[in-house]
């Protein structure tokens, strides 16, 4: 009997992107950005870049950020890379302000913010500690 073995690589670009498509699209980006060429480019598709959600939820859905290792590598090594292409943020306020500092996102056109309290948020919006 004969085996064949095919890794990652050997996949067309099309298959690729239907398996990244399941996946959640920060952990897209934090596992195949760097890998190499082909998937830097894969990665950095506006289908995984354009909305970015950098929280996590448990199954009882409560939002939670993202670990400590993850963020700092988001905000040294991949936001830097893909802040132009990022039109949507979804992020949970312990990580906001070190991901919103990261960059300059020239496209940002939409926030979501979690678990924000009404203080922080006139805060941020206005300046004026309430």
């Known amino acids: 009997m004969e ?8 996949l067309p670009d099309e298959i690729l992107l239907t398996i990244f498509k399941k996946l959640y699209n920060a952990e897209v980006l934090y596992s195949l950005i760097g890998v190499n060429k082909r998937l830097n480019i894969i990665a950095q598709d506006t289908i995984f870049t354009g909305h970015l959600t950098l929280i996590r939820c448990s199954l009882n ?4 950020p993202v670990t400590e290792l993850m963020l700092d590598r988001f905000c040294s090594q991949i936001l830097p890379k893909i802040h132009d292409k990022i039109k949507w943020f979804n992020l949970e306020s312990f990580a906001m302000e070190r991901i919103l500092l990261a960059a300059n996102y020239s496209n940002l056109s939409g926030l979501g913010l979690y678990n924000i309290g009404i203080e922080r948020a006139k805060h941020l919006f206005t300046g004026k500690i309430v």
């Open 61 to 64: 859905d409560s939002i939670y």
């Open 3 to 10: 085996y064949s073995c095919v890794q990652l690589n050997d």
